[in-house]
Nanobody
Framework: VQLQASGGGLVQAGGSLRLSCKASARTFSRCTVGWFRQAPGKEREFVAS????????VYADSVKGRFTISRDNAWNTGFLQLNSLKPEDTAVYYC????????????????????WGQGTQVTVSS
């Protein structure tokens, strides 16, 4: 499965962006989706994860209440809605997919993910 992330950009603090993650195969519907981010000089960190059907979500405390993860399996696409953005949200955002079928679970651990997108830059100015 190849993943293509898009939707990043430059936005002022308090603004919003919607990131997309397009998968190349219908196997996507059998995968847990995750979003991670990596700021300059820092390790890649977990942001959010969504189970195969979309019923279960988990978020990092730093983004809870501001970011929303979702998916559309009919279009093999995942999304991350970023609201109330802060300068500390500036990073390269990566989408990832973990083959978890038939389990309906979320995944926080970076090493569990099988497939990764190329990353999309989000820059929040103060």
């Amino acid at each position: 499965v190849q993943l293509q992330a898009s939707g990043g950009g430059l936005v002022q603090a308090g603004g919003s962006l919607r990131l997309s993650c397009k998968a190349s195969a219908r196997t996507f519907s059998r995968c847990t989706v995750g979003w991670f981010r990596q700021a300059p000089g820092k390790e890649r960190e977990f942001v959010a994860s969504l189970s195969r059907s979309g019923r279960t979500t988990v978020y990092a405390d730093s983004v809870k209440g501001r970011f929303t993860i979702s998916r559309d399996n009919a279009w093999n696409t995942g999304f991350l809605q970023l609201n109330s953005l802060k300068p500390e949200d500036t990073a390269v955002y990566y989408c990832a997919a973990a083959f978890t079928y038939p389990r309906e679970i979320t995944v926080r651990e970076l090493g569990v993910y099988d497939y990764w997108g190329q990353g999309t830059q989000v820059t929040v100015s103060s």
